[in-house]
């Protein structure tokens, strides 16, 4: 159902990419997501085989990599870890260890940490409970994503990520809600149907 948004977005991410230098760094991105729905991609480089930690604070607050205090009361994120072809990989919600909000006293904040080698990769940030469909990205994510946790607190609509030992990374443009994706996808149908016509009269000219 997203196939077509997600692999534009990769793909002219990626090209971005490519020539990013293999030693490894930290990435430290903050953001907020227009509705509940909405998921958040980023995508890095490994430059050699290396464990990558993929984190969120803004559920319970903290200090970023960039050395930025993130306040606590941000959304119950999820996150899910896929290649280059687009296969999920890993998947967190609620990391172990990850500190507790002082209002609910939940830990719902991600952390994932995997041995990963050489290649591009792409992970999403997608607010509880809007889970990746899988097996792959282009398979799109559940919906039922909501600002207002499971202990019925209502948070923001803010996040805060961090992507570890890496050898680059970028934010890309967020996968919108399915209503959206339908009506887009309508427009790609139409489109296509026109330049088929239009390539079919010129044929038809020409002979």
């Known amino acids: 159902m997203k196939t077509l948004k997600i692999i534009a977005a990769l793909t002219v991410a990626t090209m971005g990419l490519s020539s990013a230098p293999a030693l490894a760094t930290d990435f430290s991105f903050t953001g907020s997501l227009p509705t509940a729905n909405t998921v958040q991609l980023f995508n890095f480089i490994v430059g050699a085989p290396s464990t ?12 970023n990599s960039a050395g930025t205090v993130i306040a606590a009361g941000g959304f119950d994120p999820i996150l899910s870890l896929f290649d280059s072809t687009g296969l999920r990989i890993g998947f967190n919600d609620d990391g172990a260890g990850v500190p507790v909000d002082p209002v609910t006293g939940a830990a719902f904040d991600t952390l994932l940490s995997s041995p990963l080698g050489v290649g591009s990769y792409t992970v999403s940030v997608s607010a509880f409970s809007n889970f990746a469909i899988g097996p792959n990205l282009s398979n799109g994510f559940s919906g039922g994503g909501s600002f207002t946790d499971v202990t019925q607190h209502l948070r923001t609509n803010q996040w805060a990520f961090d992507v570890l030992n890496v050898g680059a990374a970028t934010q890309v443009g967020g996968v919108p809600e399915p209503a959206t994706w339908a009506m887009m996808l309508i427009g790609f149908g139409a489109a296509g149907v026109s330049l088929r016509y239009r390539r079919r009269k010129t044929v038809l000219a020409a002979a």
């Open 52 to 63: 990558v930690t993929l984190r969120t604070y803004s559920y319970a607050g903290g200090m």
